[in-house]
């Protein structure tokens, strides 16, 4: 790769080659601005390269509720569980999950939702726009998705979390047993009703999105460089970050690195964040394809199926080990043991890859996107498990934070500021 930056000035160097900091590259290039991509692997393979394809606009409440304490033996005892906290790793987390608890109190709950429920309203639109602009909108799909339930105590829960989403304005629809295997006929006899949300989508290749998007930021003349930045330090003309290859400048920084943003936010900014990782796992099934419709997620088993091109991608679990512990991969592998009796015929594993990925989880469930150290320092992390989702309008956002030459033209981003911390 090309490293003729190394001392030299770009306008903005993007650090992190995920969906969001390639869609945020992409955006700035268009604007006109001369951009480096900095990451220590190939662009999207990070946490990018297996979320389960679910554009989740449905999802507006946080990824917990004051339930996880009575889980709580549950999540140090089962290895296995859906909601999983490595009891080695407790004492480092414990503060974060003490700071997720106070933001269940009914305050700000409601900013959470609230903040979460504008960025979802605006996310598909921004990928239209995002998709059309590089001529590739047949990588996304509409077509909803579905949470189904199999037990008839399961029936009333379900029931008053479809009030509490048309509460916040979110299209959803309950299905009887009947619709549902009308439209999904692979689906288990057992299934007996479900909660189907139109306004939702999925992509048939998220890897290939993020590929996509690369292509048509280095056509805009986006550099990508294969480098860790171990530091950084704000001057008068900008950025300088630290590489083992050498230095590279810019005037403005993008901090889009996912779950390993906070030291270099903490190096530049001098402000430390919250920041943890939902661990998420997914196994690929090579030779599941025409299963499913659209996404289909199980009430009971807690866990998402969708379809793509390269065949059915389980997904799901939520694991607190930090960025260091090794992968569990059993972990995947249950996700094919709980699909078995949700469909007609069980799923085929042969061939089949496990994958492990990290997750970007403040306690408030909020992203940080802002604009600080004068416009020096932009930051777009910490979307937990909706960063594709949210990938491009936050990528929308950033270009404005980066083109706005006055107060008054910056976008209403008060939730997402880095100062709420």
Not at 275 to 303: C, I, N, Q
Not at 314 to 321: K, Q, R, S
Not at 371 to 386: E, I, N, S, T
Request: net charge neutral; glycine share 8%; aromatic share 6%.
């Amino acid at each position: 790769m090309p490293d003729h930056f190394a001392g030299n000035t770009a306008d903005i160097a993007v650090v992190g080659a995920g969906i969001i900091g390639v869609a945020c590259a992409l955006q700035l290039a268009r604007q006109g601005q001369r951009v480096v991509v900095i990451d220590p692997q190939e662009p999207g393979h990070g946490a990018s390269y297996g979320n389960a394809g679910h554009l989740a606009t449905e999802q507006v409440f946080p990824i917990a509720d004051l339930s996880i304490l009575k889980r709580l033996p549950a999540m140090l005892m089962d290895p296995m569980g859906p909601l999983r906290l490595d009891w080695k790793y407790m004492p480092r987390a414990l503060p974060w999950f003490t700071r997720l608890l106070l933001n269940l109190r009914k305050a700000p709950f409601q900013r959470t939702v609230a903040g979460i429920r504008a960025l979802n309203e605006s996310s598909l639109g921004a990928w239209h726009r995002l998709l059309e602009g590089i001529d590739c909108p047949g990588l996304m799909r509409e077509d909803g998705s579905l949470l189904v339930y199999e037990r008839s105590e399961s029936r009333q829960p379900l029931l008053a979390l479809q009030a509490r989403m048309r509460q916040q304005q979110v299209p959803v629809e309950f299905w009887e047993a009947g619709a549902i295997h009308k439209t999904a006929p692979q689906l288990s006899e057992q299934i007996q009703g479900g909660l189907f949300f139109p306004a939702t989508g999925h992509f048939i290749d998220p890897y290939r999105v993020v590929c996509e998007l690369v292509e048509a930021a280095r056509k805009c003349g986006v550099q990508f460089l294969k480098q860790q930045v171990t530091g950084g330090q704000l001057s008068e003309a900008g950025v300088s970050l630290m590489t083992a290859q050498g230095q590279v400048s810019a005037r403005r920084v993008v901090i889009a690195c996912g779950a390993h943003s906070a030291k270099l936010t903490a190096t530049l900014t001098g402000k430390h964040v919250p920041l943890d990782t939902e661990r998420g796992y997914h196994l690929m099934l090579p030779h599941e394809h025409d299963r499913l419709p659209f996404a289909v997620t199980s009430l009971e088993r807690k866990f998402i199926m969708t379809p793509m091109s390269d065949g059915l991608r389980l997904a799901g679990t939520v694991e607190f080990a930090g960025l260091d512990a090794p992968p569990s991969m059993e972990r995947a592998w249950q996700l094919h043991r709980l699909s078995k009796g949700l469909l007609r015929h069980d799923l085929s594993a042969e061939d089949a890859t496990p994958w492990m990925g990290f997750r970007p989880s403040l306690p408030d469930s909020l992203p940080i996107i802002d604009r600080v150290c004068d416009g020096k320092v932009l930051l777009a992390f910490g979307h937990q498990h909706l960063g594709l989702t949210q990938a491009a309008v936050t990528a929308e956002l950033i270009a404005q934070l980066a083109g706005a030459t006055s107060a008054h033209a910056l976008p209403e981003l008060h939730p997402y500021r880095l100062e709420r911390f």
